[in-house]
């Protein structure tokens, strides 16, 4: 099995979990052990991954960076695998977790926003660009200007930046100057 740190990351509505199951469907074909996970709190599709086209994946819920650690040890045992792990940014302790499975010879897949809707950097996503061979960021398309958006603008729900899940009545994706320029 190649050793690999896939990380796939951008705005919301970006596709980036489309495309981390995607190569996982491919590491399946070739006969590797997977093991799919996404944070307890993100209800929004029962214990399912789901894509915003509604392509769906069972998968384990988490808390912590710890219970993924835990998770893999009971299932996969010391055999390399490939874990993958969907908005890894609401996952506590998620970064030294994959970095430390990744150290293990265990290829990491990662989906995940890299900023917060203020334009700040998540923890456990900057844990984990330094380990990757291969980032792709995923643009979504900003829906007042029609240009590429590689930023999260929080117009819905709470007041605060802090980490809310929730979906279009709360997030949109936004362009550089729609997130960053005039009209914020």
Not at 19 to 38: A, C, P, W
Not at 42 to 62: E, N, P, S, Y
Not at 93 to 103: E, K, P, Q, Y
Not at 111 to 139: I, N, R, W
Request: proline share 4%; hydrophobic share 35%.
């Amino acid at each position: 099995m190649k050793h690999e740190f896939r990380m796939y990351v951008g705005p919301m509505f970006g596709g980036k979990t489309t495309r981390m199951l995607s190569q996982l469907e491919r590491y399946e074909y070739q006969g590797i052990d997977t093991i799919v996970f996404k944070p307890q709190v993100d209800g929004r599709f029962g214990i399912d991954v789901v894509t915003h086209t509604g392509q769906a994946r069972k998968c384990l819920l988490v808390n912590s960076g710890f219970q993924i650690e835990q998770r893999v040890a009971t299932m996969m045992g010391s055999d390399p695998c490939v874990i993958a792990v969907d908005e890894a940014f609401m996952i506590s302790g998620s970064g030294d977790a994959l970095v430390n499975l990744f150290r293990r010879g265990h290829t990491i897949m990662v989906a995940s926003l890299q900023l917060s809707s203020d334009g700040s950097p998540y923890e456990e996503v900057q844990k984990l660009f330094p380990y990757a061979t291969h980032v792709e960021v995923c643009p979504a398309v900003d829906p007042i200007s029609k240009q590429d958006a590689f930023y999260t603008e929080k117009y819905g729900g709470r007041k605060d930046h802090g980490i809310e899940v929730g979906g279009a009545e709360m997030y949109r994706p936004r362009d550089w100057e729609g997130f960053f320029g005039s009209d914020r």
